[in-house]
């Protein structure tokens, strides 16, 4: 079992950077594909990026492609989402995602949640 907490998140202006982090409890990190999404108000649940067990392989979504970056570092079980050219369509609440198995882009596949972080940018 994983246990996520996401952090990293706060209120920032168009254009700015912020790095959004997440811890994973357990031993296993490094067997777990990680994943970020997203869910603004009204919104549904938007695939952001993930990256594979080891880091080789990482997926990002349209919408951020280009301005997200997706990493993890297995010796402090830590997953990262580097977002840059931030735009007022960003705002919303991000999330971890951890799965044991190879990295997918749709929610469902993904067992274990954070709470989520919200990340706020204005225009």
């Known amino acids: 079992q994983v246990q996520l907490e996401e952090s990293g998140g706060g209120l920032v202006q168009a254009g700015d950077s912020l790095r959004v982090s997440c811890v994973a409890s357990?031993?296993?990190?490094?067997?777990?594909?990680m994943g970020w999404f997203r869910q603004a108000p009204g919104k549904e649940r938007e695939f952001l990026a993930s990256i594979s067990s080891g880091g080789g392989v990482t997926y990002y979504g349209d919408s951020v492609k280009g301005r997200f970056t997706i990493s993890r570092d297995n010796a402090k079980n830590m997953v990262y989402l580097q977002m840059s050219s931030l735009k007022f369509e960003d705002t919303a609440v991000y999330y971890c995602a951890a799965r044991n198995g190879p990295a997918a882009t749709m929610g469902r596949n993904y067992k274990y949640w954070g709470q989520g972080t919200q990340v706020t940018v204005s225009s």
């Open positions: 357990g031993r296993t990190f490094s067997s777990y594909a």
